[in-house]
């Protein structure tokens, strides 16, 4: 990975972009090309680690959805009928 360039104000959540980056690997072509391939100080150029973080992401998000969703049924007692 090459070393992180100052934040460039396009987007704040880099987490964001990487969710992007997962759906669509070459979605940031043009920020490279145009060497603005920062989100907020993260490199995004590297598809690999882009797609891992992607998952990562993801998989982060859901679980905590889903813990989220049990809480609130086994608070309400389970799902109505």
Sequence with gaps: MKEC???DHVHDAPAVEIEVRGADPDAA??????NLATTDGVWIEDKKPMAQWARDVAEFRATKTIAAMRKAIDARGGLAP
Aim: aromatic share 0%; net charge positive.
């Design 29 to 34: 072509k043009e920020r490279v090309k145009a």
């Design 5 to 7: 360039q100052a934040s």
